[in-house]
């Protein structure tokens, strides 16, 4: 493999341009992960891989953050996406096919509920309502309850811990039963976001590979293979009173992406999705993990291997965003404070470059 580190002139020209007119150029959770020797912009992009616009090809570990996990520009989804386009996007009424119904530091999306008082434009009473407690902290949930447990309504929680910028965590034997148990007998609902996890682990839901049973699940993300669209599935005993919430929007009927998750789900299902992706990860983070140990660093893998959070052990922040940068500028697209994604469309010759890639990182450095 060529030692050739990549050119971002183009990223860069626009990047600046974008600025006169976009506060910061690049909103959104992007705006944090833009790196001076990084792409900005895509060009395109195909199955495991993206281009820049300076035409430079990148293994795509972030997989849009999640979204991508048949792989991007996948033929069967396109396919039922286009076919329900030509009948109609968003129309008065619903398609028939429309059928789908915290812990600290844990991301539920930018509700004012869920963001940290410190955030411009967040007043206290935003999340006066909110407790949290710690990761895999079953007293303290205890604790809580014992003293509020007529006022709280649900208990929220990714399925496993998967903050940023630090190692992700399983939840520790027994956990999950214990806190369903505590969550009935003070009659307060038990929600999984399974938005960001949801088909890495399990398709039934990541709740079954944990052995327990959620009142209500989020799903969102992968859902649709980076179509729009979410989803909140609940108990049946939950139906009445859901009938009863008004919840709507503008693109509430837009029948394509609902096709494009079902031509997802049937694709998963096929393939046995999360068992090849956990399979993959395992193998990349046992390569990554050992290649580092060869140049002399300590790679921790945590988390799911479906969805792997790496960091380097003994070493700065700094040091390791730049290794993380120069995996980048040869060509294997990761960023260093947040869990990757693994897809479908990862190969295994894939892994071969990324290791590579690694290596030549790590002697950078
Ligand atoms: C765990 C989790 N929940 C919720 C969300 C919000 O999803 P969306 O931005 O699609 O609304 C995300 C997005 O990153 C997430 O990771």
Redesign the pocket.
């Known amino acids: 493999m060529k030692n050739t580190t990549y050119e971002v002139t183009k990223s860069n020209e626009y990047f600046e341009k974008a600025k006169e007119v976009i506060p910061g150029g690049i909103f959104g ?1 992007y705006k944090y992960a833009v790196r001076d020797t990084g792409p900005k912009f895509f060009s395109r992009s195909e199955g495991a891989y993206f281009w820049d616009l300076d035409d430079n090809r990148y293994i795509d570990l972030m997989c849009g ?2 979204p991508s996990i048949l792989g991007y520009n996948h033929p069967e989804v396109e396919e039922a996406f286009k076919t329900s386009s030509e009948k109609g996007n968003t129309v008065s009424l619903a398609s028939p096919i429309m059928v789908i119904v915290k812990i600290e530091d ?4 930018v509700s004012p509920w869920m963001q940290d008082k410190s955030r411009p434009g967040i007043i206290d009473s935003d999340n006066e309502h909110v407790l949290k407690i710690k990761w895999n902290d079953i007293e303290g949930l205890e604790e809580l309850l014992s003293l509020n447990g007529d006022d709280i309504a649900c208990f929220i929680s ?1 399925p496993y811990d ?1 903050p940023v910028s630090r190692d992700n965590s399983l939840p520790e034997e027994g956990y999950w039963k214990k806190i369903t148990s505590l969550c009935e007998q003070y009659g307060v609902l038990t929600i999984v ?1 399974d ?2 996890a949801g088909f890495r682990i399990n398709l039934g839901g990541s709740n079954v590979a944990f052995d327990f049973s959620p009142d209500m699940i ?1 799903f ?2 992968a859902i649709a293979n980076g179509h729009p669209l ?1 989803s909140l599935v609940g108990k049946e005993k939950l139906k009445h009173s859901a009938e009863k919430v008004y919840f709507t929007g503008t693109q509430f009927f837009s029948a394509p992406p609902m096709a494009a998750a079902l031509a997802t789900l049937d694709q998963l299902q096929k393939e046995n999705a999360p068992n090849k992706l956990i399979e993959y990860g395992e193998n990349l983070n046992r390569r990554l993990v050992k290649v580092a140990e060869k140049e002399g660093f300590n790679l921790i893998a945590s988390g799911i291997p479906s969805m792997p959070y790496y960091r380097l052990e003994d070493v700065d922040f700094e040091t390791h965003f730049r290794w993380i940068d120069e995996c980048v500028r040869r060509g294997v697209y990761m960023l260093g404070y947040h869990n990757h994604f693994i897809s479908l469309a990862h190969r295994n010759e894939d892994i071969e470059f990324i290791e590579n890639t690694a290596k030549q990182a790590f002697q950078s450095l």
């Open positions: 959770h953050y999640g844990c991301y539920h999306r990714s998967h976001d938005v960001r989020c969102g993300k979410a």
